[in-house]
């Protein structure tokens, strides 16, 4: 008994040393950046390269027709991905995790393997949209750039530490501005793109209708919760003042007033510099009859001979800047989902040989992706099944989503507040009604 009491107390000593190493490992964010993790990086990422192609088809075909989107889009994203964020928060693991600890294995093992098959796609696509907007730039072998952009992407995301790696998103993001950049240098009518934004203009004919379900399978798409929800389970891990929410409630409003900050803000700027994209479109392509664009890459080319060829440089700068943070996202939001749903030790904070499979999986799915960029796979119809599987599952895993967070056995007694539950289940509506749709256009 003597010596039961120094060492407890030895033990003690060294518990409150490695909580305070870890503490100034992880110094507490300030100003409006600090503020700002996994919404803003998720925002941005979902305007991707082939969110680009998307965008720019919209403003080249409709003009200014379909800005209205956007505003429709942006409190339906939002809603959802804040929901994504509560569950990471709350329960501390992803949403993979939860399914696979209140649901069927074979409903865990079909969402997540669609979302691995639509990921790689979308990031194969991606890389090929960089390699080509580079080509543009300087020339070159747009295959040796897909290879190299795909590499140095995987590199920083294993071996960079996750401080400074999300640093280094967060600052990527804000690339961005290139396309407020692109719309403030050409000839913008801004009082009709207002009244188009607030003032929507509908029609039935088949090209705006798909063009309209295409826009939204584009802005809310499945990574994006997947990727979400883990990071705000792995930042609550990594920091020793916070907790899961549902063991520590005295925590909530701070850590939900953030997360809804965060979210917010990430989204609202996501669909912002889609919208500019749209305008930026309409005011050059559109505008001198350019109607059809199929890739990022001809979006920018298009515009060399319209816009000049410093609006050109822009626009294509914008394609491989956010490539280089859309890649790692889609990489590692497959990744998130196949570990939890496997039960493997997740997380880009682990190193390399604490999370083999893991980080083998990010390895695996950039390796695919530099593939399908040379096995005469055409991009436009990898998008377009990247999209039919995107669509497939955003729907019912939306669905799940809802009901998950409203259970209190995953939630306790943060289930969704009625607001938040009506716009979650808001959304989820309307991306079945744009499922439907885009299978009764096809």
Not at 80 to 97: D, Y
Not at 256 to 278: A, C, E, K
Request: aromatic share 10%; net charge positive.
């Amino acid at each position: 008994m003597t010596d039961a009491k120094p060492k407890s107390k030895a033990l003690a000593i060294r518990a409150a040393r490695i909580a305070r190493y870890r503490a100034r490992r992880r110094p507490a964010p300030k100003g409006l950046l600090g503020r700002l993790g996994p919404g803003l990086i998720t925002g941005a990422s979902d305007d991707d390269p082939s969110g680009i192609a998307t965008y720019s088809q919209a403003g080249a075909q409709f003009g200014y027709a379909m800005c209205w989107v956007m505003l429709f889009c942006f409190p339906l994203m939002a809603a959802i991905q804040e929901i994504s964020a509560r569950i990471g928060r709350v329960t501390g693991q992803g949403i993979a995790g939860n399914i696979r600890a209140h649901y069927s294995p074979w409903l865990l093992r079909a969402i997540v393997g669609l979302l691995l098959v639509a990921n790689i796609i979308n990031l194969g696509a991606d890389l090929g949209a960089m390699g080509a907007a580079l080509q543009l730039l300087v020339g070159g072998p747009a295959g040796l750039y897909v290879v190299g952009f795909a590499v140095g992407s995987a590199l920083l995301e294993v071996f960079v530490s996750y401080e400074r790696y999300v640093s280094i998103l967060k600052w990527t993001s804000f690339v961005l501005l290139a396309y407020v950049a692109v719309a403030l240098v050409v000839h913008v009518p801004w009082g009709l793109v207002l009244y188009r934004t607030f003032v929507p203009n509908f029609s039935l004919t088949k090209d705006y209708v798909v063009t309209v379900v295409a826009v939204l399978g584009t802005t809310i798409t499945p990574y994006c919760f997947f990727w979400q929800s883990s990071q705000e389970a792995q930042d609550e891990r990594l920091d020793p003042s916070t907790h899961a929410l549902i063991a520590t409630p005295e925590e909530a409003p701070a850590q939900i007033s953030r997360m809804r900050f965060d979210t917010y803000v990430g989204m609202g700027y996501s669909n912002v510099i889609s919208l500019f994209i749209i305008v930026s479109a309409a005011a050059t392509l559109n505008a001198h009859g350019v109607t059809n664009i199929q890739t990022s890459a001809q979006a920018a080319e298009a515009l060399r001979p319209i816009a000049g060829v410093l609006t050109f440089a822009i626009f294509a700068v914008g394609i491989i800047g956010i490539g280089l943070l859309a890649a790692p996202v889609l990489a590692g939001s497959g990744a998130y989902a196949l570990g939890e749903a496997l039960g493997w030790s997740t997380g880009l904070d682990r190193k390399p040989l604490d999370a083999k499979a893991f980080y083998g999986t990010i390895a695996v799915s950039t390796l695919i992706g530099i593939l399908i960029n040379f096995v005469g796979l055409d991009p436009i119809k990898a998008l377009f099944w990247s999209a039919v599987i995107n669509g497939v599952v955003a729907a019912p895993l939306m669905a799940i989503i809802m009901l998950m967070a409203m259970r209190h056995d995953v939630m306790g007694a943060f289930v969704l507040p009625s607001a938040l539950w009506a716009m979650g289940w808001l959304c989820t509506g309307a991306m079945s009604v744009a499922v439907v749709l885009m299978f009764a256009t096809w």
